[in-house]
């Protein structure tokens, strides 16, 4: 199926530094969400999206949804080693019964 | 709220069993669900589309009679893996959420199936 591009694929940073990752579609979303999966569990929410141009924080994250309705960002401030973990984007498009189209990921991993 | 429960966490079988595995949205009624699957280091892959009360919507490539879904109730659907294979091997993970507008999919923790 479909998936969104997302990048990059893995990171490796130092403990303090501050992340970005993103994701590109060349078809319009109406919701962008940014989910965290840990080794073995399922993916959990870390920001949701529903207007062109919103930016939104949640503590050390902040995600934007692009005017295009085509791309989302994620930002991750003064990173720690809880941070580590696989990130993904996912987009849903209106009227598709609430599916999700996925990014492929971006690895994080933070060095002490 | 909006949690979403998932059991079990993970199963070994010998092949050729069939394999239940129930997601429940605890706090929320949820009329659809889906399912997905996850080969390692790979992002989700939808598999169905849960309806309460009608028949799920498959993805392409998926096998129906491999992969059975019910959805019987408002807050419960299952996906049972029948006569599985190691090939099936995987991780499953279901999500939902509640209705309404703005409503974002909330995912349980995924169960691990591993097929001997």
């Known amino acids: 199926g479909q998936q969104l591009n997302q990048s990059p694929q893995s990171m490796f940073i130092q403990e303090g530094e501050d992340v970005s990752m993103n994701c590109t579609s060349s078809?319009?979303?109406?919701?962008w969400l940014w989910y965290k999966q840990d080794p073995g569990e399922g993916p959990v929410l870390l920001i949701a999206?529903?207007?062109?141009?919103e930016l939104t924080s949640n503590g050390r994250l902040t995600a934007q949804f692009g005017i295009t309705r085509k791309d989302s960002f994620l930002n991750i401030s003064a990173s720690i080693p809880s941070d580590v973990g696989i990130y993904f984007c996912?987009?849903?498009?209106?009227?598709?019964?609430?599916?999700?189209?996925f990014g492929s990921g971006t690895q994080l991993t933070v060095l002490p | 709220g909006a949690v979403v429960s998932q059991h079990p966490s993970w199963v070994i079988c010998k092949s050729g069993t069939s394999v239940k595995i129930e997601c429940r949205s605890l706090?929320?009624?949820?009329?659809?669900m889906f399912w997905y699957r996850q080969f390692p280091k790979q992002s989700l892959m939808l598999m169905a589309t849960?309806?309460?009360?009608?028949?799920?919507?498959?993805e392409q490539g998926v096998e129906k009679d491999k992969f059975l879904i019910n959805h019987a109730s408002l807050t419960l659907s299952t996906l049972t893996v029948t006569s599985a294979h190691p090939e099936d091997s995987s991780f499953y993970i279901c999500?939902?959420?509640?209705?309404?507008?703005?409503?974002?999919?909330?995912f349980g923790d995924g169960t691990r199936l591993s097929i001997l």
């Open positions: 999500s939902a959420s509640p209705t309404g507008v703005d409503q974002p999919q909330h």
């Open positions: 078809s319009i979303f109406n919701t």
């Open positions: 999206l529903y207007k062109a141009g």
């Open positions: 996912a987009g849903q498009k209106f009227g598709s019964a609430r599916q999700l189209t």
């Open positions: 706090d929320f009624q949820a009329t659809t």
């Open positions: 849960s309806n309460e009360g009608s028949k799920a919507t498959y």
